[in-house]
């Protein structure tokens, strides 16, 4: 291991203390998409604590930060998730993420006067359906990175990420109130359209690419049972394995919200709730680096169809690695059976594994970004 590597595990392991309270603060104050004012706060004060120089409210969203440190010529971008599921909590575990982003940023900054390097930490507010990297894309973040990394919590630790591209949907119905006993014939009945559309939904799916998903639920149904609905609502989430899938079952399976306003005469509006998530474009060069480093620290990937599952979640980072180069290992959380978006992998999010995972992501990442940054400008490891 060269000194910078040793230096880099270090400063984690002197860090693990403030890393685990940040990620168990995170954990007991869950905060959902484009709420998480605290989270962002809280990760902003242990960056500026160590030496970064912070932004918050960056490009202009009241809960992104950005943050860097050094002064290189190579940049490598660290990338915090913060938020939350609504009901679950920290279910997908970005508690651990963003505990794991400033360990690694620490580290690097660590070196980073003796390496030519500038380390620069994305906080990302809204990667549950909000498309926060998307909108920071927009306005200028992330350009020009020589290396964007970051590291998901999962049942298992799986180097490679494969997430579907996927788009989010806010489905609204308008129909008119009546008596649904003395004047039923004068109403028109909103939830009878999302009835429609869902029964066309789950007919559609036998005609659909094998691997496609889509899925929803409905988030208001009326008010009375005896008061025929004039407002229905619901979000609904289409993914395929590209943009290019995804735009044309998504076009499929919006004729079946049209059916449900044809037959019931309600009125439909479809808002998109973010821009897609795309497919991941996976640095090769690099994430081999991090497998390397990974089995180092006893975590080699899991492979065939345990690899095949949480990997192929939908994530707004894989937008980001459309423009610069970026991986998006997972890895293991002791969750005993249960996976992302249940209570039990919430309840897996802290503790002594927990605490691991943030370690050995923190370790692995940061060596990775040493790695790959020495060895771009000799072996020629460049973006795909």
């Known amino acids: ?19 685990v309270a940040l990620a168990r603060t995170l954990h007991a104050h869950p905060e959902t998409a484009w709420e998480e004012h605290r989270a ?17 409210h960056a490009y202009d969203l009241p809960t992104a930060l950005f943050a860097t440190a050094g002064s290189g010529s190579r940049r490598v971008g660290v990338v915090a998730e913060y938020d939350a599921l609504p009901g679950l909590g920290h279910a997908c575990g970005h508690n651990l993420i963003a505990a794991t982003a400033v360990g690694t940023a620490r580290a690097l900054a660590a070196v980073a006067d003796d390496l030519d390097l500038t380390v620069e930490v ?15 894309l927009e306005r200028g973040a992330f350009t020009g990175l020589d290396l964007a990394l970051m590291a998901h919590p999962a049942p298992a630790d799986v180097a490679r990420a494969e997430p579907f591209a996927v788009a989010h949907s806010h489905v609204e119905y308008r129909g008119r109130s009546a008596h649904a006993g003395a004047y039923p014939d004068q109403g028109v009945n909103a939830n009878d359209a999302f009835v429609v559309a869902q029964v066309a939904i789950g007919l559609l799916r036998q005609q659909l690419p094998a691997g496609t998903r889509v899925h929803g639920i409905m988030t208001n149904g009326g008010q009375a049972p005896n008061a025929i609905p004039d407002r229905t609502e619901g979000r609904w989430y289409v993914r395929a394995g590209s943009l290019a899938e995804l735009a044309g079952v998504e076009e499929r399976v919006n004729r079946c919200f049209e059916a449900g306003a044809l037959a ?19 640095d090769e060069a690099a994430l081999a680096v991090y497998e390397r480093h990974a089995t180092a620290l006893g975590r080699p990937s899991v492979t065939g169809a345990g690899a095949a ?34 209570p039990g992998f919430a309840a897996a999010c802290v503790g002594s594994s927990a605490d691991a995972a943030v370690h050995d992501a923190a370790t692995a990442l940061a060596w990775t970004a040493l790695d790959v940054v020495a060895e771009r400008g000799v072996s020629g490891v460049t973006h795909p």
Not at 1 to 19: C, I, K, N, T, Y
Not at 324 to 342: F, K, Q, T
């Open 1 to 19: 291991m060269s000194s910078a590597g040793r230096r880099v595990a270090d400063v984690v392991d002197a860090a693990m203390p403030s890393l």
């Open 40 to 56: 962002a706060a809280w990760v902003a004060e242990a960056l500026s604590g160590s030496g970064f120089t912070v932004t918050a």
């Open 122 to 136: 994305y906080g990302t507010p809204a990667e549950e359906g909000g498309g926060g990297k998307i909108e920071m």
């Open 264 to 282: 019931s005469g309600a009125s439909l509006t479809i808002t998109p709730e973010s821009r897609p998530y795309s497919e991941f474009r996976t």
């Open 309 to 342: 599952r949480m990997n192929r979640a939908s994530t707004d980072f894989a937008n980001v690695s459309q423009v610069v180069p970026a991986i998006h290992p997972y890895v293991r959380v002791d969750s005993h059976g249960s996976a992302n978006h249940e």
